[in-house]
C-alpha cells in the first residue's frame, strides 16, 4: 500500500524544507547553529502540520548523530531512562550528543519530565521537544530554564503555494496525472496553515477524480470534503478549528452552539484540561469586568475537571460554558491592558513620580521620595485626588468603561472621583 502524500512529501534536507524562515532561513539563529554543527536542547511551539517533527529529524540528518524518539502518550519514566541510558552509550568522544525528540512533550507528566532533568543538564543528550501547547502551562519550569523555545508558525499563502507545486510536479505518484491547479483559496482555507492538512485535501480531491485529468477548483474542494469530512483529531486536524468555534459562540453569546462544539470536542477525546483552560481565558477576555464572577466560576471550573476527569467533568464544562455565553459581555480590561503595553511601548521606561516611590532610607527621604503622598483611607470615601501617572504621561486614558450595568457603576464611581477625565 502507498504511503500518504505528505509522507512521500516529507523534505529530507533543510533546503526541502518550507516555511519557518525566521529560524531556518539562511542567516537565522537556528540555521546558524546547525550549519555549525551544535544545537543546544530546545523546544518547538507551534500548530499541528508546520514541521517539528521533520525539522528534528532533518537536524539529526544534519548533525550525523543518532536520533532516538518517544511518544509522551506511550512512554512512562522507565521508557525515559532506557532510551537515555542507551543514548549515553551511543556517544563517542567529542561528537555531537545524542538527539532525543519527544513529540507531544506537553503530555509528559512531572516526573516523567523530572526524569529528563539531569541528561540534559549533562548533554548527555540533546532534547528536542514538540507541542502544539503554550510549554509555560504544560512543560515544568526546571526544564523550560534547560531549554531555548522555539515558536513556528503556521504557513503562510506562499509557503501553502510552494508545497502544492511541489506534490504536483515532484511526486511521483501525482506528476503522473495531469493536474491544473485553477482556484487554490477553499484549499488554503480548509488547511489552515497546516502542510500536512493540506497535502490531505489535495490527495483527497485528486484521488476522487474518475480520469488521469484533474482540474481542482473552489467548488469541487469544498463538494468533496463535505462529502469525506475531515474527523476530529484532538492532535491536530480539526483541533484548533473546533476550539475557534467553540469560542467564538461563547463571545456571541449562543449557548446552544457553544455545547455543540464542546460536545464535538469531549467525543472526539479532546484534553479536558485544554478546554477548561480555554474557559478561563475567554472569561477574562470576553466576559471581563461586565461580569467578574465569570472568571471565578471558570477557575473553580478548571480545579473541578481537574480533580474528576472524565466523563463526569463534562458536566462542569458544561455548567460554565452555558453561564459564559449567556452572560453580559466586556473586553474593556483586555483593551485597557493592551493600550498600556503599547503605552510603554511607545514611551519607554517613564521615571516614578517621587511622591510615589518607597523611602525606606534617609537618603532617600533627602531626596523627596514619598514626599507628598496622600494616603487615600486618610479621606472622606477613601480617596484623594492626585497624580498616578508617570509625568510625561499626565491624564493617559487606558481603560475605558463599557455599557453594561455592572461596569457602568465602575463608570460612575470614576466619574465621581474624577470629574470629566472619565467622561466619554
Not at 500518504?4 to 532561513?25: C, F, M, N, S
Request: charged letters at 25%; a neutral charge; aromatic letters at 8%.
Amino acid at each position: 500500500m502507498s504511503q500518504p502524500l505528505a509522507e512521500r512529501l516529507r523534505p529530507r534536507t533543510l533546503d526541502e524544507y518550507i516555511g519557518q524562515k525566521h529560524l531556518v532561513g539562511e542567516g537565522a539563529v537556528l540555521r546558524k547553529m546547525i550549519d555549525a554543527g551544535r544545537v543546544p536542547s530546545f523546544i518547538l511551539w507551534g500548530p499541528p502540520g508546520v514541521g517539528k517533527t521533520t525539522l528534528a529529524q532533518i537536524i539529526a540528518n544534519r548533525l550525523d548523530t543518532p536520533f532516538f524518539t518517544l511518544s509522551a502518550v506511550t512512554s512512562g519514566v522507565k521508557d525515559v531512562r532506557e532510551v537515555i541510558d542507551k543514548a549515553g552509550r551511543s556517544r563517542f568522544f567529542d561528537s555531537a550528543s545524542p538527539i532525543l525528540f519527544i513529540d507531544e512533550i506537553h503530555r509528559f507528566s512531572k516526573s516523567q519530565q523530572d526524569s529528563l532533568l539531569g541528561a540534559v543538564e549533562k548533554g548527555v543528550v540533546t532534547l528536542i521537544g514538540a507541542t502544539t501547547e503554550n510549554p509555560s502551562f504544560e512543560v515544568i519550569r526546571p526544564l523550560l530554564s534547560r531549554c531555548q523555545l522555539y515558536v513556528l508558525k503556521p504557513l503562510d499563502e506562499s509557503d501553502l503555494m510552494e508545497l502544492v507545486n511541489r506534490a504536483i510536479t515532484k511526486d511521483v505518484e501525482l506528476k503522473q496525472r495531469k493536474i491544473e491547479l485553477k482556484e487554490t483559496g477553499a484549499m488554503f482555507r480548509y488547511s489552515g496553515g497546516d502542510a500536512r492538512k493540506l497535502l490531505n485535501i489535495l490527495e483527497l480531491v485528486v484521488e476522487a477524480s474518475p480520469t488521469d485529468e484533474v482540474v481542482i477548483t473552489d467548488d469541487i474542494v469544498v463538494n468533496r470534503l463535505q462529502q469525506n469530512p475531515l474527523a476530529y483529531d484532538k492532535d491536530g486536524e480539526m483541533h484548533y478549528d473546533i476550539i475557534s468555534a467553540f469560542i467564538k459562540s461563547i463571545r456571541g453569546s449562543d449557548p446552544d452552539a457553544a455545547l455543540y462544539w464542546l460536545a464535538r470536542m469531549i467525543e472526539g477525546g479532546e484534553d479536558p484540561k485544554f478546554i477548561a483552560r480555554r474557559l478561563v481565558i475567554s472569561a477574562a477576555e470576553d466576559i471581563g469586568l461586565a461580569n467578574p464572577n465569570a472568571l471565578l466560576l471558570a477557575n473553580a471550573t478548571f480545579d473541578a475537571v481537574m480533580k474528576i476527569g472524565w466523563p463526569e467533568g463534562r458536566i462542569p464544562l458544561a455548567e460554565a460554558t452555558v453561564y459564559l455565553a449567556t452572560s453580559a459581555k466586556s473586553n474593556s480590561a483586555y483593551l485597557g491592558i493592551d493600550k498600556a503595553l503599547e503605552v510603554v511601548r511607545r514611551t519607554g521606561n517613564q521615571p516614578v513620580p517621587l511622591h510615589l516611590r518607597n523611602a525606606p532610607t534617609k537618603l532617600m527621604k533627602d531626596l523627596g521620595y514619598h514626599d507628598g503622598y496622600k494616603y487615600p483611607h486618610d479621606y472622606p470615601g477613601n480617596f484623594t485626588r492626585q497624580q498616578y501617572l508617570p509625568d510625561a504621561l499626565g491624564r493617559e486614558r487606558l481603560w475605558h468603561g463599557q455599557h453594561n450595568p455592572h461596569e457602568d457603576k465602575l463608570i460612575k464611581r470614576m466619574i465621581d472621583c474624577w470629574g470629566e477625565r472619565f467622561m466619554e
